[in-house]
């Protein structure tokens, strides 16, 4: 919204308006006239936002001479996991499974560009970044994604998002790196997890981890417990922890190893970050780097669109929100 003068027959935009207050000079914020007793909108020195959630050109209108641009990169998708059974359900059999998560994707960066020279009446192009692609989680019992351990692949980087003007950019800001895969090669039950994905606000690392149901005698189950990679017969294993996703521009958490019993469940650190999150970008996501509002580029279990939110890592596909979400593009005239 803007209101205009005439000064010598020519109609001039108003960029600031001021108001005496107990002979202070107070910035007027907005102006509302009545219309059919409805308060309309008539000047914001706030200025009009217009947001873009798909690629597109835009005009500027007339009166314009100046624009912020905040743009939110693609979030990077999660990388693909790993699942495996040994034994059967039968009483008197040991069954295993292994559950490894991929790392969850970066989700993507964020950039705020204020005060860029713009002219009434030219086109700007607007490129709004596309969400990564989920990677492929694999099975050994060849009935998952795809057959065998090599089938897991890492997530798909996030596209960036970005303005131009004659094929130059006037901002831009990065997808989010896609997640990287978990990796069951080294041995079926003991799996290395994954490092965490670098994006705007960064994914913690995956830790890899195995359930043993014990099975015996006639009656079905009479013991369950929870085994991490466990590398002996005498019950001694170690567990990852999980990392903590990044948030609000904060590099991701790391992962300990630690060792344990499995019979008492009682677990000793052993070695620090074994696995680290990724990097964020250390500074806020939300929009023109405001200190309040929305707070995009985040690590998700719900990905919502035009949010920059990253896939959340997996295994054996069983969540829906792998893939990660596309960018948005947001233009405020000044």
Known sequence: MAVYIGINNVAK????LFIGVNNVAKQVKKIF????????????????????????TWTVPDGISSIDIFCVGGGGGAGGGFYNTIGSFSSDSTYIENYLYG??????YTTTVRNVSVSSGEVLNITVGAGG???KTSRSDGTGDTTGK??????????????????????????????????????Q????????ANGGSASGAAGGQSEELVISGGSGVSDYYEIFCQHTDSGAAYVNKYGTNGTDGGDGGTVDKWTGNQATQVWNKIINNVYRGGTGQGSTTREFELSTGTLYSTVATTVSANTGNSGR??????????????????????
């Open 103 to 108: 790392a969850s994707g970066g989700s993507g």
């Open 313 to 334: 890592s997996s295994y054996s596909g069983v969540y829906s929100t792998r893939n990660g979400s596309s960018g948005i593009v947001i233009i405020k005239t000044n």
């Open 133 to 135: 692609v989920g990677g």
């Open 189 to 196: 039950l003991c799996a290395n997890g994954a490092q965490g």
């Open 13 to 16: 935009k108003v960029n600031k």
């Open 150 to 187: 090599s089938g897991t692949t890492a997530g798909s980087n996030g596209g960036e998002s970005f303005v131009s003007r004659n094929g130059v950019k006037l901002a831009s800001a990065a997808g989010g790196d896609g997640g990287r895969k978990a990796d069951p090669t080294i041995n």
């Open 33 to 56: 006239l009545g219309v059919n007793n409805v308060a309309k909108l008539i000047y914001s020195a706030e200025g009009e936002k217009i947001r873009f959630t798909t690629s597109t």
